[in-house]
T-cell receptor, first 113, second 108 residues
Framework: SQTIHQWPATLVQPVGSPLSLECTVE??????LYWYRQAAGRGLQLLFY??????ISSEVPQNLSASRPQDRQFILSSKKLLLSDSGFYLC????????????FGPGTRLTVL | QKEVEQNSGPLSVPEGAIASLNCTYS??????FFWYRQYSGKSPELIMS????GDKEDGRFTAQLNKASQYVSLLIRDSQPSDSATYLC????????FGAGTRLTVKP
C-alpha cells in the first residue's frame, strides 16, 4: 500500500526566516506530487505540482518554491517567510494525471510570527 | 463565480438523522467528482469518488451526481457524532478544484 509522509508536523518560524518542508511517498513509482496550502477556514489552494523529477509547475506567484530531487520526494522552500505564509501545508500524490484521485499526507502546520 | 461551491455551514443534525451535503460546479467538462472528510487539524481523507450520473453507495454514504445540473451531493445515513467534520467536494476537469467545505456537526 502507498504511504505519504510529511515533516515537520508543526513549525513556528519568525518572519524573514527560511523554510523547508519535506514530503515523501512510499509504495508507488513516478507519482504526481502536489503542494497545497489551506489557510484557516479556507479551501485548498494548489501551490505546485510535479509530474516527475525536476519538473515543477507553479500555480500561484509567491515567495515559495518547490523542488523534486528524487522520484518520491517533494520539497517546499522559501528564502524569507512572510506573515501571510502561515497555514496548513498539505502534500498529495496521484497515480497518473492531475485528474486522478489525490491522496493527502498528514500536513505541516506553519505559523509565521 | 467560484468553480466549486459548497454551503459553508455549519450544518447541524441529530444523531441517527440523514445529513445532506451539496456541491455545485461550473466546469461542464468535469469528469470526476470526489468527497473528502477533514477532521479539525487533520488532512483530508477520501470518502468517495463518483464518475457517472446517478447514485453510488458505500456503507452509510451515498454520493449523487447530476452532470446536467452540475450538482453533486453526499448523503450520510444514521449520522454519528464521529461524522462531525468538514466535508470537501472536489471536481476534476482539467485539474482538481476543491470547494471550501461544509462543516457538519452531529449532536448526540
Amino acid at each position: 500500500s502507498q504511504t505519504i509522509h510529511q515533516w515537520p508536523a508543526t513549525l513556528v518560524q519568525p518572519v524573514g526566516s527560511p523554510l523547508s518542508l519535506e514530503c515523501t511517498v512510499e509504495g508507488t513509482s513516478n507519482p504526481n506530487l502536489y503542494w497545497y496550502r489551506q489557510a484557516a477556514g479556507r479551501g485548498l489552494q494548489l501551490l505546485f505540482y510535479s509530474v516527475g523529477i525536476g519538473q515543477i509547475s507553479s500555480e500561484v506567484p509567491q515567495n515559495l518554491s518547490a523542488s523534486r530531487p528524487q522520484d518520491r520526494q517533494f520539497i517546499l522552500s522559501s528564502k524569507k517567510l512572510l506573515l501571510s505564509d502561515s497555514g496548513f501545508y498539505l502534500c498529495a500524490w496521484s497515480r497518473v494525471a492531475r485528474t486522478d484521485t489525490q491522496y493527502f499526507g498528514p500536513g505541516t502546520r506553519l505559523t509565521v510570527l | 463565480q467560484k468553480e466549486v461551491e459548497q454551503n459553508s455551514g455549519p450544518l447541524s443534525v441529530p444523531e441517527g438523522a440523514i445529513a445532506s451535503l451539496n456541491c455545485t460546479y461550473s466546469d461542464r467538462g468535469s469528469q470526476s467528482f470526489f468527497w473528502y472528510r477533514q477532521y479539525s487539524g487533520k488532512s483530508p481523507e477520501l470518502i468517495m469518488s463518483i464518475y457517472s450520473n446517478g447514485d453510488k453507495e458505500d456503507g452509510r454514504f451515498t454520493a449523487q451526481l447530476n452532470k446536467a445540473s452540475q450538482y453533486v451531493s453526499l448523503l450520510i445515513r444514521d449520522s454519528q457524532p464521529s461524522d462531525s467534520a468538514t466535508y470537501l467536494c472536489a471536481v476534476n476537469g482539467y485539474d482538481m478544484r476543491f470547494g471550501a467545505g461544509t462543516r457538519l456537526t452531529v449532536k448526540p
